[in-house]
């Protein structure tokens, strides 16, 4: 697996590891194939997830088609 690949996994909060005593379904899980056809699994806390809420981003989009419109 290339470093690059795997740092911009690790910037959004992918782990090679979980925590000691860490329970596994607070965890969600991808399977990256790596160097030589290895198998790497990483893991990203729930809590750290970010939700995407794009209705102000809609609302801002829906004025501009409006305004088109006129």
């Known amino acids: 697996m290339s470093e690059k690949k795997l740092s911009s996994l ?11 005593s860490a329970d596994i379904n607070d965890y969600e899980s991808i399977t990256i ?14 809590d750290e997830r970010d939700e995407i809420d794009d209705t102000a981003n809609f609302s ?5 088609f409006n305004n088109h419109l006129l």
């Open 33 to 46: 194939k790596g160097e030589n056809d290895t198998k790497v699994t990483l893991y990203r806390s729930l």
């Open 10 to 20: 690790e910037k959004i909060g992918y782990v090679k590891t979980l925590p000691e």
């Open 60 to 64: 801002s989009s829906w004025d501009v």
